[in-house]
């Protein structure tokens, strides 16, 4: 049995979107993104930042900001980084209103205890959203700064529509 070159370049794509699906399906399954819980970490908790709580920066960023909308605590992904400085995702959510803080394992750093669980903070990123109460409404082991965009989808209820929608207007092309 001959196969022609149409013939074989069907099989192999008809191969490659199965083996796709199967890749795609295998991580959407096992990906931990927008937990629940996290070892350590559960909806509903006190958040490590807050309003009013002081920080490990220099003034005038020594005390988070009593306006903040949101709060946005990141473990393990950019050394030490606030607001804009954190990129664009600091970017995004400092323009919804909210209070962005990027750490790694710099000794004091709060870290909702996981490294008593055995978690390795300079290995393992976990983002945390909070509402304007502090209390936690998102958990991303895994996310970066940069996929903050992203996740504010997921609470668009902490800030107006309208809010969310001008601040999404701004983003580069190539995020939207």
């Not at 962005?100 to 000794?107: Q, R």
């Not at 909702?112 to 393992?124: A, D, E, F, M, P």
Request: hydrophobic share 40%.
């Amino acid at each position: 049995m001959k196969f022609g070159f149409w013939s074989k370049t069907k099989i192999v794509l008809v191969v490659f979107i199965a083996i796709s699906a199967t890749v795609g399906l295998f991580v959407w399954q096992e990906y931990p993104f927008g937990v629940k819980k996290y070892k350590t970490i559960t909806l509903g908790m006190q958040a490590a930042e807050g309003a009013g709580t002081p920080t490990a920066w220099a003034p005038p960023y020594h005390i988070v900001p009593e306006e903040s909308k949101l709060y946005v605590y990141s473990l393990g992904d950019i050394t030490m980084c606030i607001g804009s400085d954190c990129g664009i995702g600091g970017y995004f959510v400092e323009c919804l209103g909210g209070w962005v803080s990027g750490y790694k394992d710099m000794g004091d750093v709060f870290d909702y205890g996981l490294r008593g669980v055995g978690v390795n903070i300079n290995k393992q990123k976990v983002i945390t959203v909070a509402d304007k109460d502090a209390k936690i409404v998102g958990i991303y082991p895994g996310a970066s700064i940069r996929n903050l965009p992203y996740i504010m989808r997921n609470h668009r209820d902490l800030v107006s529509e309208d809010q969310f929608k001008h601040c999404w207007d701004l983003m580069p092309r190539r995020w939207k």
